[in-house]
């Protein structure tokens, strides 16, 4: 079984950090690509940043700049570094994955697949 598990989430001041860390577990080959995702509450999930294993990045306009995807390959692990946190960045951040893995007979699958999230809050 493979799974997804965040950690890193916590109360920040305004102009704070943080990193966000999600480790994908199992019999994971590779992350192909990682992404993290954001929902506020009454607010629509929405793209932070995503990064493809051959390093191509995508960054969520309201984050460029303040924040950045990176992929462990060694530790199946891919991290978001947040800086100079704002209020309105407050929110559930969740992590999501494509990987390679093995299954239970030992052949080679794809899955995308979701982490359950972690909250973070900007506040003073």
């Known amino acids: 079984q493979v799974q997804l598990v965040e950690s890193g989430g916590g109360l920040v001041l305004p102009g704070g950090s943080l990193t966000l860390s999600c480790a994908a577990s199992?019999?994971?080959?590779?992350?192909?690509?990682a992404g993290w995702y954001r929902q506020a509450p009454g607010k629509q999930r929405e793209l932070v940043a995503a990064l493809t294993k051959g390093g191509s990045t995508n960054y969520g306009d309201s984050v460029k700049g303040r924040c950045t995807i990176s992929i462990d390959h060694a530790k199946n692990t891919m991290y978001l570094q947040m800086n100079s946190l704002k209020p309105e960045d407050t929110a559930v951040y969740y992590c999501r994955a494509d990987c390679t893995y093995r299954d239970s007979t030992g052949d080679r699958k794809f899955i995308d697949f979701w982490g359950r999230g972690t909250q973070v809050t900007v506040s003073s």
């Open positions: 199992g019999r994971i080959l590779s992350i192909n690509v």
